[in-house]
């Protein structure tokens, strides 16, 4: 049960690390450090749009409408270490 714990530990921080990832890529297309028009970056930021994009709209559904200003991503990053917390403080149930 260990290996459960470690695993689902290990897959929420991918979570964490590919919301961070977006994050940070939105804001340097936004500021144009990165250019879109680049095949590589655009490679990356089509594909991590297409990956967080159901999660996010989900989130939107339920989030009320604030202009240009997207919640979702910050929304989607605290359910990530809610769940981490959750997970650690019921470590004893996977041993």
Known sequence: MTSLFQILLMLLGVVQFVIIVHIIMSW??????????????????????????PVYRRIRAFLPDLGGLDLAPLIALLAVYALKIVLYNNIALFY
């Open 28 to 53: 340097l297309i936004s500021f144009q450090v990165l250019n879109i028009r680049q095949p590589f970056v655009a490679q990356i930021w089509y594909g991590l749009n297409r990956l967080l994009d």
